[in-house]
């Protein structure tokens, strides 16, 4: 039994220490733009983001005053000033007098430079370049730096993007073509499912074999011919066109589930209601609706979730102007335009992303009941 | 302005629904001297009143197209002069478009199978564990999130300094400290195919692991019960006893994942829009659409895309029929 026992307790861990290894996995993709999104802009391009709790070093140089500005002081040509009038932060670490050796000193040392003439910098920033002759040249004499920067956290990425690359404005517009496009295709699909589920008419068997068919049918074929079509009755680049769209798409799914849900009632409840002279109007807005909630809501958070993250049927049915880009779109775009500039694109990837990921943690379990429904058998 | 059309386009909608159905009643009503007739004539007509709009919306937009394409096909760019074969020819020869096939080939074997397989594992470990749910939710989260926005997560893992720079991006900076010299993946042929692969399959993790999961519970214990006293390992039971069981269940993630992988474009869009031979048949299909506009060539790879999820389709509807017999 001892034995047994052991490795139970060992297989235990091993199953722990995996699930966390496979959980690590998976976020740390989100977390690394989730930190990015935070950090100032110059910090993102000079070290990873795993680093963004330490403090990193920075390489880079100034120029001292001018030479004009120099005094005479006791036979020696002196330029000064402070380094930190130039640059805003951090420490200095380091400093060098040549390119070739940019962090030779410590901050208190005294560098000789060329032409008998010196250099010292202190931690303060203080500087000070003493020459037996006078400074000429027209600029300041390079001074070589590494600075160490304390991690630097901001709000500015995304008052940024939201204000000035015009996110804020895309997200309503999301707003705008999700609503109705998740809300449209509910209505018409359970109506449709009710009809399928619980009344009698010729061809009955044929439409569901035809939705069933119409599931898997590719987006990418309607998209020329329906293109063609929204331009000719003049719906080309306008919501309505969007919401008609994603409304056909949806219906297959939305009609699939509805039905097997809504043919799954108590046969009773609906017969005895029947029987008391109900129509099947009243039925369906009495009995049905209510009692198909979790079949609806969990239609709803699909279709909510494939509108709100859908680029291809936004990019071909909406134009991309200022009233009609989504935010999808305008990621694509800030891909392209702003493809280096890691803080815009992180930040604005999380706003888009930060709605689609609040309505699935807190309707999961509708989620999850959909998906059952539609792919185990029986539902 | 924008809040004016969702609540008339919303309201329209459910105006109809209404309307029409107190019209009906309107006209038949179900007493009077011609009660029994006029029951009999609304029960005929209102299932079609309930079936119109799904009806039209369908055929407008999935049963026109597809007959649309197979015409358009025939036709030349603009879509007015009859071509005959000439785009299937032009196909067939076409460079990229061989590129496109076997990157595509590629996805359907790669992404379904990973998914799936990675699902089973997670659906096997976070069951056993004390804080699963937790587990799952984190591992279902890129379900969530937009294609272009897991291609903007990945790009970041995936970024590319160059020589004398800090390496921003993970992968990079893991590679450094094995000692290997940073690369700069995205164009690396053939294996950037594979790292846009990795996007969806972090996607479709989750969504494999949910319904496999559900399976996994609805074994019979008896069975598993039985090959404990038979003295099975965990590991015998796991994929001697348990998977044997849902094969039923693996068979539909897998082909759901592969409709998906079909039409997946956004993520090759995003990160390397086709470049350095990473095309597929969906992000092809759209650069002929909107960047040469032609309607012909676009329309033939898009039935291309019909085609090789056709098996799929009438697997569906024979499942569906001995379902419902």
């Known amino acids: ?32 733009l989730l930190v990015s999104s935070f950090r100032d802009r110059d910090q993102i391009v000079t070290s990873g983001w795993w680093r963004a709790a330490f403090q990193s070093e920075q390489s880079s140089f100034v120029r001292s005053a001018l030479p004009e500005t120099q005094r005479e002081e006791g036979g020696l040509f002196v330029l000064s000033g402070n380094l930190f009038d130039t640059i805003d932060t951090g420490e200095i670490k380091a400093f060098g007098v040549t390119s070739r050796d940019p962090s030779g000193f410590i901050p208190g040392d005294t560098a000789p430079m060329s032409k008998g003439r010196e250099m ?156 008391d002279g109900a129509t099947d109007f009243q039925i369906f807005r009495r009995i049905v609706l209510p009692l198909s909630f979790p079949a609806l809501a969990s239609f709803a958070i699909f279709q909510f979730l494939w509108v709100w993250n859908d680029l291809l049927v936004a990019t071909i049915f909406l134009g991309n102007n200022e009233q009609q880009l989504v935010m999808t779109g305008r990621l694509r775009e800030l891909l392209g335009s702003r493809g280096g500039d890691w803080e815009i694109l992180a930040s604005s990837a999380f706003v888009s992303i930060v709605v689609p990921v609040i309505v699935f943690f807190a309707m999961q379990k509708f989620l999850v009941r959909g998906l059952l429904a539609g792919s185990v058998k029986g539902g | 302005m924008a809040l004016a059309t969702i609540i008339v386009g919303v309201f329209g909608c459910v105006a109809y629904y209404y309307l029409s159905n107190l019209a009906l009643d309107a006209v038949y009503p179900p007493r009077g001297p011609d009660a029994g007739r006029n029951i009999n004539k609304a029960l005929a007509i209102r299932p079609w009143l309930f079936l119109g709009p799904a009806i039209i919306l369908l055929s407008l937009y999935l049963v026109y197209p597809v007959f649309n394409s197979v015409w358009l096909s025939f036709h030349d760019a603009s879509g007015d002069r009859f071509i005959g074969f000439d785009n299937y020819v032009w196909m067939i020869g076409d460079e990229k478009f061989r590129e496109s096939m076997r990157n595509n080939i590629l996805w359907l074997i790669v992404v379904p199978a990973l998914s799936t397989l990675f699902g089973l594992i997670a659906a096997a470990i976070t069951d056993r564990i004390s804080w699963g749910n937790f587990a799952k939710s984190m591992i279902f989260m890129p379900m969530a999130i937009s294609f272009i926005g897991a291609a903007v997560i990945w790009k970041f893992i995936y970024d590319y300094r160059g020589e004398g720079s800090q390496e921003i991006g993970l992968l990079n900076a893991l590679i450094e400290t094995l000692g290997a010299e940073p690369k700069a993946w995205l164009t690396l042929q053939p294996w950037n195919n594979f790292l846009l692969m990795a996007v969806l399959i972090w996607i479709q993790t989750g969504f494999a692991m949910v319904i496999l999961s559900a399976a996994l519970r609805g074994i019979p214990e008896e069975t598993i019960e039985a090959g404990i006293l038979d003295g099975a390992s965990p590991l015998q039971l796991f994929w001697r006893i348990k998977v044997p069981q849902i094969w039923g269940t693996i068979a539909v993630v897998w082909t759901t994942i592969t409709i998906l992988v079909l039409k997946v474009f956004d993520i090759v869009l995003a990160m390397t829009n086709g470049q350095w031979g990473s095309q597929v048949l969906a992000n092809l299909m759209f650069d002929w659409m909107f960047r040469a506009n032609d309607a012909g060539r676009a329309s033939t790879i898009a039935l291309v895309i019909m085609l090789m999820v056709t098996p799929i389709m009438i697997w569906n509807i024979r499942n569906a029929r001995k379902e419902s017999l």
């Open chain 1, 1 to 32: 039994m001892d034995h047994i026992a052991g490795t139970k307790a060992r297989l235990v861990w091993a199953v722990n220490l995996s699930a966390a290894a496979l959980v690590l996995l998976w976020i740390i993709p989100t977390l690394g």
């Open chain 1, 120 to 275: 010292t910098v202190l931690t303060n920033g203080e500087y000070r370049i003493t020459s037996p002759e006078p400074h000429s040249g027209r600029r300041g004499v390079r001074i070589f730096i590494t600075t160490v920067e304390p991690p630097r956290f901001t709000l500015e990425n995304y008052s940024n993007v939201i204000f000035a690359e015009g996110l804020g404005r895309s997200f309503l517009n999301t707003f705008s073509v999700t609503i109705p496009s998740t809300v449209i295709p509910i209505l018409v699909a359970a109506f449709a499912a009710y009809a399928l589920a619980w009344m009698q008419f010729p061809g009955r068997a044929l439409l569901i074999a035809l939705i069933v068919g119409l599931l898997v049918v590719p987006l990418q074929l309607a998209l020329i011919p329906l293109l063609r079509f929204h331009n000719t009755i003049g719906i080309g680049k306008e919501y309505l066109g969007i919401w008609f769209a994603h409304t056909g798409f949806g219906l297959p799914l939305a009609i699939y589930l509805l039905r097997n849900y809504i043919a799954g009632l108590p046969r009773e409840v609906i017969e005895s209601a029947r029987v």
